[in-house]
């Protein structure tokens, strides 16, 4: 019996290569941001306040949007439409939320970006990834409303698998974010 290589569907293949190059800019931000650090005496600079505990909630959100995630890519693979949207809806609710208490801890911070490197790359590194939590609830949404075509089937469900990826990443590259910027002090 011989064996048979499984491919992945192109759009994954493309997705996992796309988070890659991802990783690498995350990666020279969080590289920048040490350096900085390295190089000044006080880090952040004395009277820079942050929530920490709104960006926990907004961690446990991502957290959860992760797990429902989850859920609705298992679901489109059982070709169970229903429970699938539902998960991705919930995933787009849990995003936003985050979002919104990423904004608003961008509105509450007694710095500004130009103020000093801190400000320069935290409003850069928690701003790029709230771009990546943007984009991933259009891509939530365009799946969920993809599940809801007739092309889709238990076998077709690379766009799913996809958005799980870039989802899955958009979440651990917040663990890193919210470890450096609200943890390691």
Request: aromatic share 12%.
């Amino acid at each position: 019996m011989r064996s048979v290589a499984i491919r992945a569907h192109p759009l994954v293949f493309g997705t996992i290569v796309f988070l890659a190059s991802e990783s690498m800019v995350f990666a020279a931000l969080l590289a920048a941001y040490y350096d900085l650090r390295g190089g000044t005496v006080a880090w952040p600079p004395p009277g820079t306040q942050l929530d920490a505990t709104g960006m926990a909630v907004g961690t446990v959100l991502l957290g959860l949007g992760s797990v429902t995630m989850a859920v609705a890519q298992i679901a489109a693979t059982r070709g169970n439409r229903v429970v699938a949207r539902a998960m991705l809806v919930l995933t787009i609710v849990a995003a936003c939320g985050f979002l919104g208490l990423e904004w608003s801890d961008w509105s509450s911070a007694n710095f500004r970006i130009d103020d000093s490197a801190y400000g320069t790359i935290y409003y850069v590194l928690t701003g790029t990834h709230f771009a990546h939590v943007l984009a991933g609830v259009v891509l939530l949404a365009a799946v969920t409303i993809f599940l809801r075509s007739p092309a889709f089937t238990r076998e077709h469900h690379a766009g799913v698998e996809a958005v799980a990826y870039y989802w899955h990443f958009v979440f651990v590259v917040w663990l890193a974010l919210y470890a450096t910027i609200f943890l390691v002090r």
